[in-house]
């Protein structure tokens, strides 16, 4: 095995190869790597002509998580690739926190409904209202509201660790999802409990598990159907129909 010092000097000269493959498996690298060397070399790549390599730099940043890299990330807003825009929005929240609501308020009027609606999420979990209405207006991402009316809620929600292996039907898992928030489940009664549900540990699929947040998990477990709310004290699973007007409602309280 390379040690750290080791590994991250190849990944800085696959940063510089003609092939786009190694550039963008030294963007990779590096973000994992870490290290201020290997930030700059990241914020790079940023800027690269292939888009694959550009894709994976913005994970790498991603990863190093430092604000420094925050203006070759919001430059990616303006790319060809909607795909590449909606990541851009997502690496520059993770990067730079609410120091990056002003680039990502640019992205509200986007022309990729995607995008908008990333960038209206990204701001309701910084605490910004500018997003709710793009997301009921979308129809789409509503458990986001959740970080705007009860945030420290939702931090505890959606700062947990899913990368331990767990099985079990949907309300059986989301209910272990609302146990380690200090919350109870409300689920819907005459509901079925949900299909099976399999989500393997970290080993098994590598660090990507690292990205799978309690948002994709619910998405996961729930689908389409239903929408969540949480309170002070539990977690309250309601009909995509009911979950929509109760969010109207809280639209025309603020």
């Known amino acids: 095995r390379f040690k750290a010092a080791e590994a991250r000097a190849a990944a800085l000269r696959w940063a510089a190869a003609k092939e786009p493959t190694l550039r963008a498996e030294a ?76 680039a990502i308020r640019r992205a509200l009027s986007d022309p990729a409904p995607s995008v908008r609606t990333a960038a209206a999420g990204s701001l309701c979990r910084l605490g910004f209202r500018e997003g709710a209405a793009v997301l009921l207006d979308h129809d789409e991402d509503l458990i986001f509201l959740n970080a705007l009316r009860r945030p420290d809620v939702w931090k505890r929600f959606s700062g947990m660790d899913l990368t331990a292996k767990s099985e079990g039907t949907a309300e059986e898992l989301l209910g272990r999802m609302a146990r380690a928030a200090g919350l109870t489940l409300d689920w819907p009664p005459n509901t079925t409990s949900g299909e099976h549900h399999r989500r393997p540990d970290r080993s098994e699929i590598g660090h ?25 004290d539990r977690l309250r699973v309601l009909s995509r129909p009911r979950g929509r007007e109760f969010w109207e409602e809280w639209r025309k309280e603020k």
């Open 27 to 102: 963007a990779s690298a590096l973000g994992e790597l870490g290290g201020e060397e290997a930030a700059a070399k990241v914020a790079e790549l940023l800027a690269d002509e292939d888009p694959v390599v550009r894709t994976s730099a913005l994970w790498g940043a991603g990863r190093v998580g430092t604000r420094k890299e925050l203006p070759a990330i919001a430059r990616l807003l303006e790319d060809d690739s909607p795909g590449t825009r909606r990541l851009a929005v997502w690496i520059a929240e993770r990067a730079a926190g609410k120091e990056a609501a002003g």
């Open 208 to 232: 990507a598990d690292s990205e799978w947040t309690a948002a994709d998990e619910v998405q996961n477990l729930m689908g389409s159907d239903y929408e969540i709310v949480l309170e002070d």
